[in-house]
């Protein structure tokens, strides 16, 4: 048995260390440690609520828009208002522009590197790549023999130059790289695309948000880009960079990951990167102005055991946190505490003196969050799945057809392929359906132009956000006192997926899904590589918590 | 708040290097670093980029960086220099915020192309490698580019619990101990963002974490590029300039005059209304339907010295004045402490607003007026750097 480190993980948010075990090239166990602190909720306290979003958004710069969102709502309902109707449209309009551009910038520059060699690019034949790609799209994305043959010499003078800068030291040639040479080029030039195409989805959001990352229009009560979208030539620049964005999605990134899902298949089949097997979503974008959480795009459920039969109703209060292997104290670790209430104190026991993770003691700066007890995957394949089992007919039909055109079960979603497979089709469903929010908007301004809902802020109040950031299930919780923050609470995608064992030492959703895993080459992390970011790391949206110990409040839980 | 010290202007812009000096300093980049790497001019022919815009974009760049027209030729050579001097960019405590603001230049074409090709040896956002050959690649760029490579730190450095609350890589070693050895042997060490430049959120009160900027944190000279993120072309422009002079550029509290001698009140699109006493009162109402002035909602353009107005974001697609939320001083020190709350003036601003004495209680109890003294055009810039330096960390948050 072997124990390895891999840190940093890299393309990834923030710091995460995974420790595994091996018998031979097999893992046995695995340990996810967040590597990194910063206290952002300690540092809420005390400030004007209506400080909270532009704070919290710093959490994170790659899910830039999520916490601002978020917390906005959080803030709203402990005020006891909605925005008008134009002001919810432009949030869903910014999230899931947000959404498309990050799972683009996820599939084609953090995580494709995984399943696409570089290296063997150089040796296909164009001509080749270019009947590839339309087996995949009837229309695939710059994908003619002449431009993939220029893309190919442009890459062999690059690898010739010697310096490779962040290729360098790549895992190329490993077995586990399965894709010929021609699809190689062929994702490899669609990535040289992404970097143009992300582009639009941070002008949208600056068009509307000021500037991206970190857009700057929320408030409080609305959103403060009035005079833009009184201006038809803008509304004209976000509906066209909208298109751009659905086109690339569905004539790059959906073929693409039909090409690697054709030829990874097996490990999906095979469940390589399963994981727990229950999956979580909180729900987001609300489609309706009374803010009916039962009327969202995207729905809510549970999902337990991998039974796509049954969706149980998601019920916040059920969501409590660990710290028993976490850098935390609790008065009784062998329980879980309701993250709205818990008491939180650091407690850090450092790395073992061989330099390991204490994987038996505390081991990470992320809680271990568990809904009824039980651990949870959050995310794109969360969402999905419980859209799919929801009956929700746009996913049903992207689902289907793609299991369809695959020649593979449902099960075969159960694994690090489904999860990117998943994070497409959701790209693909959320970019079909943000023009029709840009109608909705115009048609909603033309009989109510207000963005703002006055409000005066209470001395005391609770309230909550819940939503879904690209990464999965986000929820904010704060209490007001004297007009301050009195506590805040955020309960993050990244927690769910990344955090440690809990009290009965049942694994977090990345070390399930990691033990059994077999390595090609044991000094060649790519697997755990590939399934690792299959989740989307964001560790420094994961690290939140921080609260002087005190008598435990008294929360409205919901 | 504590009171204001007095204004000082910041010293005039540098005169121009030696053009005869900056022509051998690229010769010799030229002979170590010529060879390897993308050359430039294949980017641009593959992005579509002719050769006439882009030497309209080395005199903008010129230009911008108040540099004499002499100069085009060198800054234009600098610029294919840029993508093959090794760049080390070390993410510590921080929200990857700022790398992602390198993948949206707000210049179009040019400035984002020499970003992405940047030689990152070592940037864990993008590179192939993890764990202990991701450890290589820095080791390697470090011995063999020794004194050669730039580093560009992103976040700020956790100094309590003795650097503990950030390990990095397979020894677990803490960002404060790697970012002073890859500072050590660094040509230059760029603070990008807020972060790095002066602290972050994280660093706001309590500071649970004791983050320091690296400046700070480390003991040395960095150059600075502050903003929640910065404007990426301020990055391009700083590393061309660090590339024509080898030496930090003029500097205005720290940051490159170049880009942060300007107030973006002073380059304000609604300063107009602000002028004529036009102020949206409340969100979403007619003077914000009408671009109004946002003063009265908390802007800090006036305290704020950035090129947010004039570059725009997102290769120009707006900027936050222009969507309808104030500035919230965010290339400022301890901007999150010092100008909360961020929906209101600050009490003591030093901005008087014409025609509305008494309106607010809050905006008239300010003390100068801006109208007709020049001095004020300079106004917190100074004034920040000197007054934070006592308060941070103080824990109070500021009452109206």
Redesign the interface.
Known sequence: MARK???????????L?IEVELDGNRIVDAWSSG??????E??LR???P??AP??TQ?????C?HVHYDVATWAVEDAIGIKP?PAARIVRNLILGTQLVQDHL?HFY??HG?DWVD?VSALSADPRKAQDLAHQFADDPWNADAKHLA?VKG?LA??VE???L???????WGNPSYKLPPEGNLLVASHYLDA??V??LG??V??????????T??L?V??V?????L?NPKRIG?VLFRIRKLGEFVRRAYIPDVLLAGSVYADEGLAGTGRGIGNYLAYGAYPLSDDLDRSKLLMPSGVILGGDLTRVHPFDPSKITEYVTHSWYRYPDETRGISSAEGVTDVA?T??GPD?HVQGDGKYSWLKAPRYDDAPMEVGPLARVLVAYARGVPEVKALVDGTLSRLGVPASVLFSTLGRTAARALETRWVADTLPGWVDELVAALKVD????T?YTLPREAVGFGLSEAPRGALGHWLRIEDG?IANYQCVVPTTWNAGPRDAAGNRGAYEESLVGTELADP???LEI?RTIHSFDPCI?CAVHV?RPSGPSRAYRVL | MPKRPPLRAPRSQRTAPPLDRVERRLDRLDRRFG????PLD?LLA??GVSRREFLKWSSFMTAALCLPPAFERAVARAAALAP?V?VVWL?L?????????A??SAYPGIA?LIL?Y????Y????????????E??LE?TLSKHRGEYLCVMEGSI?TA?DG?????????ET?LSLARRVAADAKAVIAIGHCASWG???S??????G?RPVHEALGIRTIRIPG??YNSVSLVGTILNFLLVGDLPALADGRPAWAYAKRIHDTCPRRAHFDAGEFVE????EG????FCLYKMGCKGPYTWNN?NEMG???A?????????GC?G?SENAF?DQM?????PLADGGVDIPFVRGVEGTVDAVGWALVGGAAAGIAAHAAYSGLVKGTRGS?E?REE
């Open positions: 480190i891999i840190d940093p993980i890299t393309r990834i948010e923030g710091h260390r590597m990194m602190f910063r206290g952002i300690a540092i005390g400030r004007d209506r400080d532009l704070l710093r959490i994170c710069g790659v830039t008008p910038i520059h953090l590197l570089v220029a442009r003078a690059f130059s010697g310096q800068g962040p290729f360098a030291n790549g895992y970097l143009d992300q582009r941070g002008q959001l600056a068009i509307l948000g000021g500037k991206e990352p970190h700057q229009t408030v009560g609305g403060t880009c009035v005079a833009d009184l620049d850090y450092d790395l330099g132009d207000r963005t703002f006055p301050r000094d060649q992390p590589l420094a921080l | 060879a390897s790497g993308l294949e593959r992005n093959r090794p993410h405590q921080e929200c990857t915020g700022c790398t992602e603001s993948l949206r984002e992405e940047l030689s990152f040896d940037h864990e956002t993008i590179m192939a490698p993890a764990g202990h050959a991701a290589k690649s390697d956790p619990m503990k609350y950030l390990r990095l890589g397979p020894a677990g960002g972050g959120p994280q706001a009160a309590p500071n649970p974490t983050a929640c993120p409340q969100w979403g109402d914000a339907k009408r671009g947010c974001w997102n290769e697609a707006s900027f936050p004045i222009r969507a309808g939320h919230i965010c999150w909360a709350p961020l929906e209101k824990g948050n």
